[in-house]
């Protein structure tokens, strides 16, 4: 592994781990009323873009990084869409 793979995962799992805090208050008080949905809506798109683009490339710090991010990012837009505030 070349020092540019590891500067790209390194950013991408601190971007990625930068959404736990996030979603984790979102899930314990089950209130999102204070996020905003086009945030997130447009930021989940922009990860699906960066995902796509990933797998173009066949960048896997890219990829593995953007799989997390989604994961997060498209949980926290659920707990939006779900949560009644």
Not at 7 to 33: D, E, H, N, Y
């Amino acid at each position: 592994m070349d020092g540019y793979t590891i500067i790209g995962l390194m950013a991408g799992l601190c971007t990625t781990v930068a959404f736990l805090p996030q979603a984790v208050k979102t899930w314990r008080t089950k209130s999102a009323k204070d996020l905003s949905l086009g945030m997130y809506s447009i930021f989940c798109i922009g990860i699906i873009l960066w995902l796509i683009y990933g797998f173009l490339i066949s960048n896997l710090p890219i990829i593995f990084t953007n799989i997390a991010s989604l994961t997060l990012a498209f949980s926290i837009l659920y707990f939006k869409l779900s949560f009644k505030d």
